[in-house]
């Protein structure tokens, strides 16, 4: 065997050797560490059990009493009038924040202090918003959909909240310290949100001009069934005297037919339009009172004896510190 065999096979059990002290050395760190822990813990076992016993206690106490509730209101807007909700919630919220208990009273609200918090999202459908359009918009949009889509942007643009005040419908979401009826605060907030005189009086000509529609669909239609009543009419009298009856394909009467249906479907499709535009901000559905257990107020019984036992902690290695420190200073002065 080469010397320099012999010198390679001294450094690898050199290395071997090296490796082995450093894992013997961690795992007696890991063990004197952990001996201290525990040393520390017996030491100090009657104060972490009252911090614990402390911390639960009151954090039950106060999870029974800092309840907090979630209301969820679903509406649509009618009349464009989306930009105009959003900066009315916007302003509402900002209130909240100044605790301006006068301006929410002056809206109507009854019970300003128990409100914590209001905020409006829009229901994401997509699928709905560009079946709602009309033909023309519908195809834009589904092209222009398309082509985020192609970029790789679709859910940017889905999610981004110009994109999103043109979904049908959004969520109102406003948090109280407890619970409230809905002529305290939900009333009162769909009240001043549809008070503005320019989207009533959209309404109203909204309103006026879908009746106006259905009465002319109406009188169509009676036309409509004054002329197939003639020719039903004249079809019987023709068969009572043995006469053939020939329909002539230019009486058109298919079409009669046809518009008679399309009529009565405008119908339809006015009547519904009246339900959900009977107000500037339509309300779809609501839930109120939710209790809200994602808060940190509903898990205080499990947070708090954390928060002081971790503060104790910080507390005592401070003190520590500062001992070790203050020894450390009068050797060097001595």
């Given at each position: 065997?080469?010397?320099?065999?012999?010198?390679?096979?001294?450094?690898?059990?050199?290395?071997?050797?090296?490796?082995?002290?450093?894992?013997?050395?961690?795992?007696?760190?890991?063990?004197?560490?952990?001996?201290?822990?525990?040393?520390?813990?017996?030491?100090?076992?009657?104060?972490?059990?009252?911090?614990?016993?402390?911390?639960?206690?009151?954090?039950?106490?106060?999870?029974?009493?800092?309840?907090?509730?979630?209301?969820?209101?679903?509406?649509?807007?009618?009349?464009?009038?989306?930009?105009?909700?959003?900066?009315?919630?916007?302003?509402?919220?900002?209130?909240?924040?100044?605790?301006?208990?006068?301006?929410?009273?002056?809206?109507?609200?009854?019970?300003?202090?128990?409100?914590?918090?209001?905020?409006?999202?829009?229901?994401?459908?997509?699928?709905?918003?560009?079946?709602?359009?009309?033909?023309?918009?519908?195809?834009?949009?589904?092209?222009?959909?398309?082509?985020?889509?192609?970029?790789?942007?679709?859910?940017?643009i889905i999610l981004n909240r110009t994109t999103s005040k043109n979904y049908t419908f959004h969520q109102i979401h406003f948090v109280?310290?407890?619970?409230?009826?809905?002529?305290?605060?939900?009333?009162?907030?769909?009240?001043?949100?549809?008070?503005?005189?320019?989207?009533?009086?959209?309404?109203?000509?909204?309103?006026?001009?879908?009746?106006?529609?259905?009465?002319?669909?109406?009188?169509?239609?009676?036309?409509?069934?004054?002329?197939?009543?003639?020719?039903?009419?004249?079809?019987?009298?023709?068969?009572?005297?043995?006469?053939?009856?020939?329909?002539?394909?230019?009486?058109?009467?298919?079409?009669?037919?046809?518009?008679?249906?399309?009529?009565?479907?405008?119908?339809?499709?006015?009547?519904?339009?009246?339900?959900?535009?009977?107000?500037?901000?339509?309300?779809?559905?609501?839930?109120?009172?939710?209790?809200?257990?994602?808060?940190?107020?509903?898990?205080l019984r499990v947070v708090l004896p954390i928060a002081l036992l971790f503060m104790y902690l910080l507390i005592i290695g401070l003190v520590?510190?500062?001992?070790?420190?203050?020894?450390?200073?009068?050797?060097?002065?001595?």
């Amino acid at each position: 065997m080469s010397t320099n065999d012999h010198k390679n096979v001294d450094d690898q059990e050199i290395d071997l050797a090296s490796v082995s002290k450093a894992v013997s050395g961690m795992f007696q760190s890991i063990g004197r560490s952990i001996f201290r822990m525990i040393q520390f813990v017996l030491k100090h076992i009657v104060v972490l059990i009252a911090l614990v016993i402390v911390g639960v206690g009151f954090g039950s106490y106060l999870d029974t009493t800092r309840k907090t509730y979630n209301t969820c209101i679903i509406i649509r807007p009618n009349f464009e009038s989306t930009d105009y909700i959003y900066a009315k919630i916007d302003l509402l919220f900002s209130r909240i924040n100044d605790n301006d208990t006068l301006f929410l009273k002056s809206i109507g609200i009854k019970s300003p202090k128990k409100l914590r918090s209001i905020k409006i999202y829009p229901i994401v459908d997509i699928y709905k918003f560009i079946s709602e359009s009309d033909s023309k918009d519908s195809d834009r949009n589904f092209q222009l959909f398309k082509l985020l889509a192609a970029d790789g942007d679709m859910e940017k643009i889905i999610l981004n909240r110009t994109t999103s005040k043109n979904y049908t419908f959004h969520q109102i979401h406003f948090v109280t310290s407890s619970k409230a009826s809905r002529d305290e605060i939900l009333e009162p907030l769909l009240n001043y949100l549809e008070s503005n005189e320019n989207f009533k009086n959209t309404k109203q000509i909204f309103i006026e001009n879908t009746n106006l529609k259905i009465e002319a669909n109406k009188n169509m239609i009676a036309q409509i069934d004054g002329l197939l009543s003639t020719f039903t009419n004249e079809s019987s009298e023709s068969a009572k005297n043995n006469k053939s009856v020939y329909i002539n394909q230019n009486t058109q009467l298919n079409d009669l037919i046809q518009t008679k249906n399309n009529l009565v479907n405008e119908i339809g499709y006015h009547k519904y339009e009246l339900i959900n535009h009977d107000k500037v901000v339509k309300e779809s559905s609501s839930i109120i009172n939710m209790n809200d257990t994602r808060t940190i107020d509903s898990k205080l019984r499990v947070v708090l004896p954390i928060a002081l036992l971790f503060m104790y902690l910080l507390i005592i290695g401070l003190v520590n510190f500062y001992r070790k420190q203050a020894a450390l200073y009068k050797k060097e002065k001595l």
